[in-house]
């Protein structure tokens, strides 16, 4: 296995900072991660949130080539349909490049309507601007010439350069919380950046690459968890973090629930107790006896830990968690 680490790098109404300390808070822990022996590092995206949350995936994917050496670098993930995909081809290409091939990019449709507001974009168009997205990004990085008339984009032939580092291009992730999502990784023969553990959703993405003829085991297929790893009583974490959890969760629930997909509701009271079971609390044995069962019948091949919740001392109580977590979790994911 392969793990990553994301931060979602936004302001906590918890803990007063600059927004300089914050992203070096957050640059700091990546690079220490790094050093750590995490696989790759990821940055997350969102557009006019009040808190700031992920507000430039390129800009500190830049800081990131620029501080690091080894580990891998990605989105997780560009709301695809809000870019231009050829524009995206071409800035995915230059960081491709500047990484030495480091770069994984990892795109979605996104779950936010006041983003597509924003752009002026109808949400309901999301599938369809997704499915013509990922067909541009791969034309765009293949460095032909292209015409295409889509739907949304007609493009009268041109090219678009440079071409990545990474040949035929950098591996492209999907990110998928339902089936219909999955399938559409799985049709393009793209590697699933699950946010399930539903074992339809993983189902429906493995029959999907099989129908559109794409080799068994060609692809990878990685779940988020929020993990700490700790010697104390759970529950004791659990109470003195609960407020930072409910932040992270009901933002999530929040947005989600807008979209009235049952699929994307949490389904979830607005209550601090309700998101206890998103949270993995335990010491490394707890904690790998309880992934191991998912890893095996989901057949994940990655992990990606979301870091401390913002509000938590990065250089304090966060980067003791994820010590503990390289030294004692890691070493065994990374065996399996």
Sequence with gaps: MRVGLTLEMKASPYR???????????????????????DSLLVQEHFFSAD???P?????????????????????????PLHHPLALAQETAVLDQLSGGRLDVGIGIGHRIAEYAAFGLDPR??????EEAIELLKLGWSGEEIEYDGRYHRIPGLQVQPTPAQEPHPPLWVAATTVAAAA???????NLAGASVDPEVHAAYHAALAEAGHAPGSTRVS??????????????VWERNQHLYFERWDYYRRIRSEFGDPDLDYGLAPAHDTYRANEL?????????????????LGLTDLVLFGPHPGIDLRGEGIESLRRFAADVLPTLQSW
Excluded at 19 to 37: N, Q, S, V
Excluded at 226 to 234: A, F, G, K, L, N
Aim: with cysteine; hydrophobic share 35%.
């Design 52 to 54: 700031g949350y992920a």
């Design 281 to 297: 609390i335990g010491d490394p044995e707890t904690v790998l006896a309880v992934l191991e069962p998912f890893v095996k019948d």
């Design 125 to 130: 168009t999301r599938p369809s601007r997704m």
């Design 56 to 80: 430039s995936v390129p800009i500190f994917l830049s800081q990131l080539i620029s501080r690091t050496t080894t580990a891998r670098i990605g989105s997780y993930i560009y709301v695809a």
């Design 184 to 190: 559409r990784a799985g049709r393009h023969g793209a």
């Design 223 to 236: 779940n988020p968890w929020s993990i700490t790893v700790t010697d104390e009583d759970p529950e004791q």
């Design 16 to 38: 007063k900072q600059s927004w300089t300390d914050l992203w070096e808070d957050c640059l700091w822990t990546f690079t220490e991660a790094e050093r750590l022996g995490f």
